[in-house]
């Protein structure tokens, strides 16, 4: 940065961007609002630089962050129409059409004659339409797809379609979240218990779409589908289920943990429960395939892997080390239970009180 730009105050800077953005710079004006947004100390400054820089994202196509900067100067303008009607444009984009019909619907009540309120109103109501249309026609589609799955006369050919548009149709929000209302979980639940491999892949794959960063649904589905069930599949014999069920696992944690992590902006999200009590299962279950008989060589590397990945290090940077001494003392207990008896419980007090 030049000592001229250095001297630059807000006001400048705003001016600066506001130039920038008619001329069809839109990072360049984005820069030059940040910079002022770092300089203000007036709220009301901010929220402007705010609603400036959101139109700045709308057009490089940076959607999340524009509803981001429109919220926050809604924040502190409720009643700013413009930042409004930005963030249900950046709604909108985003597929979140329930979100982008409220906010637009506020702009024309506002604003009854503006045109542009009027156009995107109407845009939404024919989305949410389709969208709805869209989504019963998904629900025929899922059941008739676990209905191939779970008929142990359809042919192989038509089982492994219906495998893998069920995988395919997860990895879509709205497909995920179809699966899930479509009872899906208890229909994956039967899927793994079935002797073939191919079917038990697809179940875990689908579930793979189903907790991919979302946080309560992957808490729903830890507890409706137990730690149990995840561990014995990873357990078993095949190397290749193991590491699927290995990923599975891995994308649960880190739904959890980041779910945990993560700014929280409305009311359904704010009352989610603590995912501790999942975490810490999840954990114990691990733990216990350590000297269980039954567990795989594959099993068993899977569960020591994701142990490692899970458990923090000590670290400045985190002193909370209440996990680490948790899975420490769970593992320590595991150890005793497990291995001490071998040598005679009598022995092993009398050994300790020696020493």
């Known amino acids: 940065m030049s000592g001229g730009e250095k001297q630059k105050e807000p006001g400048a800077l705003k001016e600066e961007g506001n130039t920038l953005f008619k001329a069809g710079d839109m990072q360049g004006a984005a820069c030059c609002y940040t910079k002022a947004l770092k300089l203000t100390d007036s709220q009301a400054d901010s929220a402007v630089l705010y609603r400036n820089r ?61 045109r542009a309120f009027q156009d995107l109103l109407r845009q939404l109501g024919t989305q949410i339409q389709q ?28 089982r492994q379609k219906a495998a893998q548009n069920l995988v ?79 990923h599975l696992l891995q994308v649960m944690f880190e739904a959890l943990t980041e ?14 429960p603590e995912p501790s009590k999942e975490l810490r299962s999840m954990l114990r279950h691990l733990l216990e395939m350590m000297p269980a008989p039954n567990v795989s060589g594959p099993g068993r590397d899977s569960a020591i892997n994701l142990l490692v990945k899970q458990v923090p290090r000590k670290s400045l940077k985190n002193p909370d080390n209440s996990l680490a001494l948790w899975v420490i003392d769970q593992g320590t207990k595991h150890t005793w239970m497990h291995v001490f008896p071998l040598f005679g419980t009598s022995k092993c007090f009398r050994s300790s009180k020696e020493l």
């Not at 629900?139 to 797809?145: E, G, L, P, S």
């Not at 946080?215 to 137990?226: D, F, H, P, Y």
């Not at 779910?259 to 989610?272: H, N, V």
């Open 131 to 158: 969208k709805s249309a869209q989504l019963n026609s998904t629900d025929a589609r899922v059941q008739q797809m676990f209905s191939v799955l779970l008929d142990s006369s359809a042919k192989d050919s038509d």
């Open 259 to 272: 779910g945990m992590k993560r700014e929280i902006r409305g009311k359904d999200e704010a009352i989610l």
């Open 54 to 114: 959101s139109a700045c994202y709308l057009k490089l196509e940076e959607y999340s962050k524009a509803e981001a900067d429109a919220s926050k100067a809604l924040d502190t303008d409720p009643g700013d129409v413009k930042a409004r009607f930005r963030r249900a444009q950046a709604y909108q984009k985003l597929g979140r059409l329930d979100q982008a019909f409220l906010d637009a619907q506020r702009c024309a009540q506002l604003e009854p004659k503006t």
């Open 168 to 246: 395919v149709l997860s990895r879509d929000e709205g497909g995920a979240e179809q699966i899930f209302r479509n009872d899906g979980v208890k229909l994956i639940q039967k899927l793994l218990l079935s002797r073939q491999e191919d079917v038990v892949l697809s179940a875990l794959r689908t579930l793979v779409g189903l907790c991919t960063g979302h946080q309560s649904r992957t808490m729903a589905i830890v507890n409706e589908l137990g730690m149990d069930q995840l561990c014995a599949v990873m357990g078993s014999g095949s190397s290749t289920v193991s590491l699927a069920a290995c």
